[in-house]
Protein backbone atom coordinates (compact mmCIF):
# COMPACT_ATOMS: atom_id res chain seq x y z
CA UNK A 1 0.00 0.00 0.00
CA UNK A 2 1.55 3.36 -1.30
CA UNK A 3 0.80 6.14 1.65
CA UNK A 4 0.68 9.97 1.29
CA UNK A 5 2.80 11.02 4.10
CA UNK A 6 2.51 14.72 3.60
CA UNK A 7 0.31 17.22 1.92
CA UNK A 8 1.55 19.30 -0.80
CA UNK A 9 3.03 22.67 0.30
CA UNK A 10 1.59 25.93 -0.64
CA UNK A 11 3.55 29.12 -0.15
CA UNK A 12 6.26 29.72 2.80
CA UNK A 13 6.65 32.46 4.99
CA UNK A 14 9.93 33.30 6.17
CA UNK A 15 9.88 35.21 9.59
CA UNK A 16 13.77 35.78 11.16
CA UNK A 17 13.40 32.73 13.86
CA UNK A 18 11.21 30.19 12.05
CA UNK A 19 9.61 29.52 8.80
CA UNK A 20 5.92 28.65 8.45
CA UNK A 21 4.41 26.03 5.86
CA UNK A 22 1.05 26.55 4.29
CA UNK A 23 -1.42 23.38 2.92
CA UNK A 24 -4.20 23.03 0.68
CA UNK A 25 -6.59 21.71 3.40
CA UNK A 26 -7.48 19.02 0.35
CA UNK A 27 -4.18 17.24 0.65
CA UNK A 28 -3.94 16.85 4.11
CA UNK A 29 -3.79 13.20 4.33
CA UNK A 30 -7.28 11.81 6.52
CA UNK A 31 -5.09 9.83 9.18
CA UNK A 32 -7.65 8.95 11.50
CA UNK A 33 -8.45 7.83 14.92
CA UNK A 34 -11.07 5.72 17.04
CA UNK A 35 -11.80 4.53 20.13
CA UNK A 36 -13.82 1.64 20.79
CA UNK A 37 -15.51 1.54 24.12
CA UNK A 38 -17.50 -1.41 25.65
CA UNK A 39 -18.27 -4.31 27.42
CA UNK A 40 -16.58 -7.97 26.38
CA UNK A 41 -18.32 -9.18 23.59
CA UNK A 42 -19.82 -6.22 22.46
CA UNK A 43 -18.63 -5.98 18.55
CA UNK A 44 -15.05 -3.75 19.24
CA UNK A 45 -12.85 -6.49 17.69
CA UNK A 46 -15.39 -7.38 15.40
CA UNK A 47 -15.62 -3.29 13.90
CA UNK A 48 -11.74 -3.53 13.81
CA UNK A 49 -11.98 -6.37 11.32
CA UNK A 50 -14.14 -3.55 8.68
CA UNK A 51 -10.40 -1.37 8.68
CA UNK A 52 -8.31 -0.78 5.97
CA UNK A 53 -6.20 -3.75 4.89
CA UNK A 54 -3.36 -4.83 5.93
CA UNK A 55 -4.79 -4.00 9.20
CA UNK A 56 -2.28 -4.17 11.95
CA UNK A 57 -3.79 -5.71 15.11
CA UNK A 58 -1.69 -5.42 18.38
CA UNK A 59 -3.29 -7.75 20.81
CA UNK A 60 -1.81 -6.83 24.22
CA UNK A 61 -2.74 -10.23 25.44
CA UNK A 62 -6.51 -9.90 25.37
CA UNK A 63 -6.77 -12.94 23.29
CA UNK A 64 -10.09 -11.55 21.13
CA UNK A 65 -9.28 -12.41 17.99
CA UNK A 66 -12.22 -15.24 17.48
CA UNK A 67 -14.39 -12.84 15.60
CA UNK A 68 -12.19 -11.78 13.05
CA UNK A 69 -10.68 -14.79 12.59
CA UNK A 70 -11.99 -15.75 8.70
CA UNK A 71 -11.01 -11.83 7.86
CA UNK A 72 -8.06 -11.37 5.36
CA UNK A 73 -5.26 -9.18 5.52
CA UNK A 74 -5.36 -9.07 9.29
CA UNK A 75 -2.14 -9.31 10.67
CA UNK A 76 -1.96 -10.04 14.30
CA UNK A 77 1.55 -9.40 16.69
CA UNK A 78 1.12 -10.16 20.50
CA UNK A 79 2.64 -7.90 22.90
CA UNK A 80 3.22 -9.62 26.41
CA UNK A 81 5.24 -6.96 28.04
CA UNK A 82 5.62 -3.20 27.66
CA UNK A 83 8.68 -3.26 25.74
CA UNK A 84 7.28 -5.57 22.83
CA UNK A 85 4.70 -2.32 22.70
CA UNK A 86 8.04 0.44 22.47
CA UNK A 87 9.77 -1.84 20.31
CA UNK A 88 6.90 -2.44 17.73
CA UNK A 89 6.42 1.35 17.40
CA UNK A 90 9.93 2.61 16.64
CA UNK A 91 9.75 -0.65 13.94
CA UNK A 92 6.15 1.39 12.81
CA UNK A 93 7.64 4.78 12.52
CA UNK A 94 10.95 3.61 11.15
CA UNK A 95 9.54 2.17 7.79
CA UNK A 96 7.49 -0.44 8.84
CA UNK A 97 4.13 1.79 8.97
CA UNK A 98 4.28 1.50 5.11
CA UNK A 99 3.12 -2.00 5.31
CA UNK A 100 0.02 -1.79 6.90
CA UNK A 101 -3.34 0.30 6.00
CA UNK A 102 -4.48 0.74 9.38
CA UNK A 103 -3.48 0.11 13.08
CA UNK A 104 -5.31 -1.32 15.90
CA UNK A 105 -5.09 -1.63 19.54
CA UNK A 106 -6.84 -4.26 21.20
CA UNK A 107 -7.15 -3.49 23.87
CA UNK A 108 -6.02 -0.77 25.80
CA UNK A 109 -7.03 -2.33 29.36
CA UNK A 110 -5.27 -4.99 28.63
CA UNK A 111 -2.03 -2.38 27.67
CA UNK A 112 -2.65 -0.53 31.10
CA UNK A 113 -1.79 -4.18 32.73
CA UNK A 114 1.88 -4.15 31.33
CA UNK A 115 2.14 -0.42 31.55
CA UNK A 116 1.77 -1.25 35.40
CA UNK A 117 3.75 -4.54 35.49
CA UNK A 118 6.37 -2.01 33.87
CA UNK A 119 6.35 0.71 36.28
CA UNK A 120 6.07 -1.58 39.53
CA UNK A 121 8.44 -3.85 38.58
CA UNK A 122 9.12 -7.15 40.49
CA UNK A 123 7.18 -5.60 43.34
CA UNK A 124 3.05 -6.82 43.75
CA UNK A 125 0.23 -6.29 45.99
CA UNK A 126 -1.34 -2.83 45.98
CA UNK A 127 -0.92 -0.38 43.22
CA UNK A 128 0.81 2.52 44.78
CA UNK A 129 -0.86 6.01 43.93
CA UNK A 130 2.89 6.37 42.66
CA UNK A 131 2.60 3.46 40.29
CA UNK A 132 -0.67 4.83 39.72
CA UNK A 133 0.58 8.34 38.21
CA UNK A 134 3.64 6.95 36.37
CA UNK A 135 1.61 4.65 34.66
CA UNK A 136 -0.53 7.55 33.85
CA UNK A 137 2.13 9.16 32.14
CA UNK A 138 3.21 6.24 30.09
CA UNK A 139 0.61 5.46 28.95
CA UNK A 140 -0.70 9.00 27.91
CA UNK A 141 3.18 9.42 26.24
CA UNK A 142 2.76 5.85 24.30
CA UNK A 143 -0.96 6.56 22.81
CA UNK A 144 0.12 9.50 21.62
CA UNK A 145 2.68 8.46 19.83
CA UNK A 146 0.43 5.57 18.23
CA UNK A 147 -2.06 8.23 17.49
CA UNK A 148 0.08 10.61 15.70
CA UNK A 149 1.22 7.76 13.38
CA UNK A 150 0.62 8.42 9.69
CA UNK A 151 -2.13 6.17 9.35
CA UNK A 152 -5.48 5.49 10.69
CA UNK A 153 -5.13 4.27 14.21
CA UNK A 154 -8.27 2.46 16.19
CA UNK A 155 -7.86 1.65 19.92
CA UNK A 156 -10.57 -0.37 22.05
CA UNK A 157 -11.15 -0.23 25.60
CA UNK A 158 -13.53 -2.50 27.97
CA UNK A 159 -15.76 -0.34 30.11
CA UNK A 160 -15.26 -3.07 33.05
Known amino acids: MVRKTSAKKSPTLE ?8 FNVEDIPLD ?23 LLLIDTNDRGTLSIRKQKGVIV ?28 IDTTTRLQDLAI ?25 WLFNYRNLPLITAFTAHDR
Open 15 to 22: TPNKKIEF
Open 117 to 141: NRVRGATSGMVSRRVWGETSVLMRT
Open 32 to 54: LNYLFYGRSGSGKTTILGTFPKP
Open 77 to 104: TYTKEWNDFEQLYWYLLNGGINEFGSIA
